[in-house]
């Protein structure tokens, strides 16, 4: 599963992607975004654009509207076939932006240990994602779900499921437009191996309010001792 993200790029990065989009109002950068959150897509319906929706996909056909956090993940597996998600992923496609996603290596005992996983030329990464547009009594909630799928080689080390990251501008772009199912069910599958570096991280980020730079900081590795 994909349960936490960064977007908050390098200066430069920062540049390229105000360069690449067309947004005007400042840009909000964030080390620590988790379900339900606010973070930003390039959404189908406005392919130059960055938008905020809340992370948690909520139906249109949602009775209250409740953004319960149990949709931030979409399983690739089956999507087309799911009630939540079988009409978005045909009409309504978007790329979540990141420069980084994380994950946790559960230890014996319980104990849940943060890992930071980035692309290894530390480019911002794109993760496919899916979005609906839920409306009722003139209130209108924009949600987002990640899409994930089983892992590359890298991250079976750490977990069974990783995030579907769209390598490269063309890809990108297919997702945004005009497919049939069948390329876009295509899409849906591990980045390749050797693509991905990952390193230890604070605890801090296990609280979801926590929002510092010391997040992308290395944390040394502990070696387990007897006496």
């Not at 009630?83 to 559960?106: G, H, M, N, T």
């Not at 909630?141 to 899409?147: E, L, M, V, W």
């Not at 591990?190 to 979801?208: F, I, Q, T």
Request: aromatic letters at 10%; proline letters at 7%; glycine letters at 6%.
């Amino acid at each position: 599963m994909c349960g936490r993200y960064s977007f908050a790029p390098k200066p430069a990065k920062q540049a390229a992607i105000k360069g690449a989009i067309n947004k005007t109002e400042p840009i909000k950068f964030s080390y620590n975004i988790a379900p339900t959150q606010e973070g930003y897509v390039v959404a189908n319906d406005r392919p130059d654009q960055l938008q905020r929706m809340a992370w948690g996909l909520v139906p249109h056909w949602s009775a209250n509207g409740t953004n319960s956090g149990k949709l931030i993940n979409a399983r690739a597996e089956g999507i087309a076939k799911k009630p939540s998600f079988r009409e978005s992923i045909r009409q309504r496609r978007c790329l979540v932006p990141a420069d980084s996603f994380y994950e946790w290596r559960k230890e014996p005992g319980g104990r849940k240990i943060p890992y930071r996983i980035f692309l290894e030329d530390e480019n911002l990464l794109y993760m496919a994602g899916i979005w609906d547009e839920w409306a009722q009594n003139g209130v209108i909630k924009r949600t987002f779900s990640i899409i994930t799928t089983t892992p590359n080689s890298e991250m079976a080390t750490l977990h069974h499921r990783m995030p579907v990251i769209l390598p490269d501008e063309n890809a990108r772009q297919r997702w945004l437009a005009n497919l049939p199912e069948e390329a876009i069910l295509a899409m849906l599958h591990p980045l390749k191996d050797g693509a991905l570096v990952m390193y230890r991280v604070s605890e801090k980020l296990n609280k979801p309010g926590y929002d510092a730079p010391n997040l992308h900081e290395k944390t040394e590795e502990q070696q387990l001792t007897l006496f």
